[in-house]
């Protein structure tokens, strides 16, 4: 089993950059896939990025694609989402979830087994 627990978010503005956490108990972090969804406002909870468990392979979002970098560091238990040139649309609480498997780095719901309780990202002037 896996906990998450996610940081890093806030307000900040358009143009900005943030760096959000997602800190993981439990011996399974470093093998299994991390990922990364985001959930607005009556909209639904949708993909950001995906990380393969040693790293070596990463998913992004289209939206996410030059702006956004998944990064996890296992000995510390820990995954990351750096952001960059933020701007309102990216307004969304944020989780972080652990995948079913080592390998599967779906934008899939179904495909993650454990979620945090997501942090606030708000990008306004």
């Known amino acids: 089993q896996v906990q998450l627990v996610e940081s890093g978010g806030g307000l900040v503005q358009p143009g900005g950059s943030l760096r959000l956490s997602c800190a993981a108990s439990?011996?399974?972090?470093?093998?299994?896939?991390m990922g990364w969804f985001r959930q607005a406002p009556g909209k639904e909870r949708e993909f950001v990025a995906a990380?393969?468990?040693?790293?070596?392979?990463?998913n992004y979002a289209d939206f996410a694609k030059g702006r956004f970098t998944i990064s996890r560091d296992n000995p510390k238990n820990t995954l990351y989402l750096e952001m960059s040139s933020l701007n309102p649309e990216d307004t969304a609480v944020y989780y972080c979830?652990?995948?079913?498997?080592?390998?599967?780095?779906?934008?899939?719901?179904?495909?993650?087994?454990?979620w945090g309780q997501g942090t606030q990202v708000t990008v306004s002037s």
């Open positions: 439990g011996r399974t972090f470093s093998t299994v896939a």
């Open positions: 990380i393969s468990w040693g790293g070596g392979n990463t």
């Open positions: 979830a652990a995948g079913r498997t080592n390998w599967r780095i779906t934008g899939l719901l179904g495909d993650y087994a454990y």
